[in-house]
């Protein structure tokens, strides 16, 4: 007894395989698209001011990701609420002023910033 393996039609080969290429790139769009939806989003980081002077360093509020719309900032020093700001947009690379002096964090150990 001898066996014998099925003629397999070119057409349906062709078919098969570009079904998975389908299935493939709808992944790959799926999963671009989640990758572009989060490089999209603000990225919030403190930064110190540049000392020049006898100027008090002070605190800033650095966005590094994309464009943040209507932020509402509140800070406080040690449990005393201190600034609630309201700023309709930060771009890429835009800094905010905590009006928090660095100087005032030292004495009190303790400084929340909730965005």
Do not use: H
Not at 60 to 82: F, H, M, P, Q, W
Not at 85 to 102: A, H, K, Q, W, Y
């Amino acid at each position: 007894m001898t066996w014998e393996l099925p003629t397999l039609d070119p057409l349906w080969v062709s078919v098969g395989v570009t079904s998975i290429l389908v299935i493939i790139n709808i992944i790959y769009v799926y999963e671009m698209r989640k990758m572009r939806i989060e490089s999209a989003k603000p990225i919030f980081s403190l930064r110190p001011s540049l000392v020049i002077g006898d100027e008090p360093m002070e605190l800033y509020l650095l966005n590094t990701g994309g464009i943040a719309r209507d932020i509402n900032i509140d800070t406080s020093v040690d449990g005393e609420k201190k600034n609630l700001l309201f700023v309709t947009s930060i771009p890429t690379n835009g800094e905010v002023d905590l009006e928090i002096r660095l100087q005032e964090i030292k004495e009190k150990n303790k400084c929340n910033v909730i965005i």
